[in-house]
């Protein structure tokens, strides 16, 4: 007799047998009597070498954070180390360079501090799609989607990027303007439609919202690949209004990039929104407070976090295979794009 068997019999999780054999709380009263009267009724024994064995592993859950200036990232992770204490669970977090294996990283936490589960915040689908098979705990990636990887461990809780890049490209051209300057991460143009990272999937709903609309785009010219960060904004924007003077607007594809954008404009004499519009993504608090409010697309960081933290705990319990999740976006109209046909 093993815990599926009790599973099946009571018509329960083995997740949820678990918990009931282990004293945890987060069960009803209907379920633990249940399992309980099944215990009793075959004369069940846990198999007291294993649960030795698993207490010795770790109850944390390991956050793997992508991005160190990622200020969308750092509101996700507050969020998230909330929700993981109130599980009772502590939050080993591992700041990486953006440029950086996370997988990898993974391999090594897995090895040093057997985590419950693992949390990534932000991703490169090459990079999963390459090695993940050597991380066997419950994962979710956080902004990245998943769904098209096929693992049965690694969820995902996402926003649509490239529908969100498109919609800020569409509220550029709906205000009238024709000559818009890009500004996104590296990546590789070579990769699949799919989109590798975050970049490379916005960078294609941008050339979509462009190519909808009828309206041209030259990549070669109108788009500045940078760091996700305030300098890499500022040298972006720079670039860019160097090789064309006649741009109307930016894009830039994160709210950091775009606040650097801002400072490089008005540094070069000109204004926003009068002289150069500008549009972020990712609903950053910062960009509330910019002058102008900076128009964006906003994720719902307190959703993906919540969702993200619900799923991996749930299947750290046994909860079922990989889900698959995507957290509706908002555009925020902001003060920093000037509608040109009026």
Do not use: W
């Amino acid at each position: 007799m093993t815990i599926k068997d009790i599973a099946q019999r009571a018509g329960y999780a083995v997740g949820t047998v678990s918990r009931v054999l282990n004293g945890h709380p987060d069960v009803s009263d209907e379920a633990r009597a249940k399992i309980l009267a099944v215990v009793a009724e075959t004369g069940f024994q846990p198999n007291d070498n294993a649960r030795h064995l698993k207490q010795r592993e770790s109850s944390s859950i390991a956050v793997i954070v992508k991005g160190a200036r990622n200020l969308l990232f750092a509101g996700i992770l507050e969020e998230v180390q909330s929700r993981v204490r109130a599980a009772g669970r502590a939050a080993a977090v591992y700041y990486l360079d953006e440029d950086d294996d996370e997988v990898e990283q993974a391999v090594r936490v897995c090895r040093e501090l057997k985590p419950l589960g693992i949390l990534f915040l932000g991703g490169n689908q090459n990079n999963f799609a390459d090695r993940f098979e050597r991380v066997t705990c419950p994962c979710v990636l956080v902004t990245t989607r998943a769904d098209t990887m096929g693992f049965q461990n690694l969820s995902s809780v996402s926003t649509d990027d490239a529908e969100g890049a498109a919609q800020a490209i569409r509220r550029l051209i709906e205000a009238g303007h024709r000559r818009i300057g890009v500004i996104g991460g590296h990546f590789c143009a070579g990769c699949g439609r799919g989109g590798a990272n975050t970049s490379q999937t916005r960078f294609f709903g941008c050339r979509r919202g462009f190519l909808e609309a009828g309206v041209p785009f030259d990549e070669e010219l109108q788009f500045q690949a940078a760091r996700f960060s305030m300098p890499g904004g500022y040298e972006a924007a720079n670039a860019l209004l160097e090789r064309c003077p006649d741009l109307t607007a930016l894009f830039a594809m994160s709210d950091v990039m775009a606040i650097g954008a801002l400072r490089a404009i008005r540094d070069r004499g000109l204004r926003v929104p009068e002289d150069i519009s500008l549009i972020g993504y990712d609903g950053i608090e910062q960009a509330g407070y910019c002058v102008p409010r900076l128009a964006t697309v906003r994720q719902r960081s307190g959703r993906l976090a919540r969702r993200s933290v619900e799923i991996l705990l749930r299947q750290a319990a046994g909860g079922g295979g990989a889900v698959h999740e995507i957290v509706p976006f908002q555009l925020l109209p902001g003060e920093s794009i000037r509608d040109l046909n009026e």
